[in-house]
């Protein structure tokens, strides 16, 4: 019995170790891949791909100016938390916020120059206005944020501007400059709410909308798939009774937006003033504005555009193809561009080229 017992023993110690060693082995044939969501390290949060949730601290790369309309640098922001005190700007980075369900974070807007969607109105009308106009320091510095976000060139010290990054910072205010507005894309647009879905740990609202606008963008591509190209000059409205001619060199967030239905800027690769014979002799399909609040008569300006006997060779004005955007949708730099975008490719429809 003793020796049965003991041959039992040993069996039963036997097949527990091979028992152990087959879940070991299990277990280092899996590589698991660390998820690293926020450090003290260099690593920034652009670099950091598959998090669900932000760990503070937060180090994400950004920019400063150099000055009033100065070069834009790079300059890395730190937020120990989810920042809780905010002011955009600019309307149309409020409602981006709004759009990440981030309203009650908002402590100030300014610069309310478009038209407020009826989407986020609700949300937007508890936003408190610091100004209707572009806002300066000493308001935004009162409202005791801990971020101002926004427009980039609006980060100056000027009567129209917010404060430098630098001074802000050094004031202990984070400041994240959208980088659509710095040789931007709608691919930068996509990675401005990314960046702000990983600054307040709200990953999920930040990928669902841009999947939501990507889907826009290429609804719109399909719609104007068999479409053939053509070119537009954009017309600044300074006055009802002026031309003036924007060569939007400098505009590639624009220009990236209208490309989606197949617009080429007439004036691409020119610097400086464009004259009006310019305008004549380049002979545009299409004339765009921009309307915002306190803009000249938008519509007595088109009615001037197409009686002015100068211009009457001029294919935009034989064929009535003058267009208008709303300012939040063309010079906001955020997601409304693509409202815009889609209106305007309404009405190009509803009024073809003949």
């Known amino acids: 019995m003793k020796f049965k017992f003991r041959t039992i023993w040993f069996a039963s110690l036997s ?69 809780e005190r905010v002011v955009a700007n600019t309307q149309s980075a409020a409602e981006m916020l709004i759009k990440l369900g981030l309203t009650d974070k908002m402590v100030g807007v300014a610069a309310l120059y478009g038209t407020v969607t009826p989407d986020v109105a609700d949300d937007f009308a508890k936003i408190p206005v610091l100004s209707k106009d572009y806002v300066g320091k000493e308001l935004v510095v009162g409202a005791s944020p801990d971020l101002v976000l926004g427009r980039g060139d609006l980060f100056a010290d000027a009567d129209w501007g917010v404060g430098t990054v630098d001074g802000l910072n050094d004031m202990n205010i984070r400041t994240f400059l959208q980088t659509t507005n710095h040789q931007g894309t709608l691919d930068s647009l996509y990675d401005d709410i990314a960046q702000l879905g990983q600054i307040f740990d709200v ?27 053509h070119r537009f000059a954009y017309i600044v409205p300074a006055t ?27 004036f691409d690769g020119v610097q400086g003033e464009v004259s009006v014979e310019q305008l004549i002799t380049a002979n545009p399909d299409y004339l765009l504005l921009s309307a915002y609040a306190g803009s000249p008569d938008i519509d007595k300006l088109i009615q001037n555009l197409y009686a ?35 209106k305007m490719e309404q009405e190009m429809k509803a009024n073809p080229i003949k």
Request: proline fraction near 3%.
């Open 15 to 83: 097949l527990l170790l091979l028992l152990i060693a087959a879940c070991s082995n299990a277990a280092s044939s899996t590589t698991t891949t660390p998820v690293v969501e926020g450090s003290n390290s260099s690593e920034t949060a652009t670099q950091v791909e598959n998090t669900s949730k932000t760990s503070y601290p937060l180090t994400i790369e950004n920019f400063t100016i150099s000055g009033e309309g100065g070069e834009w640098k790079p300059k890395s922001q730190t937020f120990e938390k989810a920042p």
């Open 203 to 229: 990953q999920d609202n930040a990928a669902k909308f841009t999947e939501s606008l990507k889907a826009r963008v290429e609804a719109i591509k399909s719609s104007v798939a068999d479409l053939s190209e």
């Open 240 to 266: 009802e009774d002026t031309i003036t001619v924007s060569s939007m060199h400098n505009d590639t967030y624009q220009l990236d937006a209208l490309s989606l239905l197949k617009l080429k800027n007439t």
């Open 308 to 342: 002015n006997p100068a211009l009457q060779s001029m294919n935009a004005i034989k064929n009535k193809q003058i267009y208008v955007t709303d300012f939040s949708q063309f010079w906001g730099y955020g997601y409304q561009i693509l409202d815009g975008i889609e």
